[in-house]
């Protein structure tokens, strides 16, 4: 079945421990990103792909990393999370741009 | 920053009538899209419309595009219970990223 997989699904952490969302496509598509969805600010892009090796900023980068060293994965890492950054987090992939995105199930984060 | 703006923010309406969810913009684009999502579940693509396109159809789904006025529209026809779910447009203009509004939600009742 053609899907984006995200890890965990709930998180519950502390302020200041690392911690990595997993995102993995099984569709070959060139395009990943990360989104984060919050009451009443609605979905804003944290990060985007373009391709393998290929990464930059979205609207809300400050606080997090990306990786992109091969085609399916494309994880979000937080290196010392704080509690602004509580929220349901989703990665997308995509063909390429100009297309639909596909939407992974979610993360729901939650940083005491 | 936010680029689709929905109206409404929510519609509830009975099982069989249509919907119809409205979303305007504010930059030129290369593409609108919209998307459901179920209370907190991730998003679902519905149907993408091109900025040379003013029409499309998929199922019981219609998008119109009016990039004179910047503007789209989703109709949602025969809506079922099943359909009860929030409702998001999205803006391609960069080629780099979707903008998404902040969604329609649609209640159909039994």
């Known amino acids: 079945e053609a899907q984006v997989t995200q890890n965990p699904r709930y998180l519950i952490t502390v302020t200041g421990k690392k911690l990595t969302v997993t995102c993995s496509q099984n569709?070959?598509?060139?395009?990943m990103s990360w989104y984060r969805q919050d009451p009443g600010l609605g979905l804003r892009q944290i990060y985007y792909?373009?391709?393998?090796?290929?990464?930059d900023k979205g609207d809300v980068p400050e606080g997090y990393k990306v990786s992109r060293k091969e085609k399916r994965n494309f994880p979000l890492i937080l290196e010392s999370p704080s509690p602004n950054q509580t929220s349901l987090y989703f990665c997308?992939?995509?063909?390429?741009?100009?297309?639909?995105?596909?939407f992974g199930s979610g993360t729901r984060l939650t940083v005491v | 920053s936010q680029q689709g703006e929905e109206d409404p923010q929510a519609l509830s309406i009975q099982e069989g009538e249509n919907a119809t969810m409205n979303c305007s913009y504010k930059?030129?684009?290369?593409?609108l899209q919209w998307y459901r999502q179920n209370s907190g579940r991730g998003l679902v693509h519905l149907i993408l419309?091109?900025?040379?396109?003013r029409e499309k159809h998929s199922g019981r789904l219609r998008v119109t595009l009016d990039t004179s006025k910047k503007s789209s529209s989703l109709l949602i026809t025969a809506s079922r219970a099943a359909d009860t779910a929030s409702y998001f447009c999205?803006?391609?203009?960069?080629?780099?990223?979707?903008?998404f509004g902040e969604g329609t939600q649609l209640t159909v009742n039994p």
């Open positions: 997308a992939s995509s063909f390429r741009t100009g297309y639909g995105y596909t």
């Open positions: 569709m070959n598509h060139e395009y």
């Open positions: 792909s373009m391709n393998v090796e290929v990464t």
């Open positions: 930059t030129s684009i290369n593409n």
């Open positions: 419309i091109r900025s040379n396109e």
């Open positions: 999205a803006t391609d203009a960069s080629g780099s990223r979707l903008t």
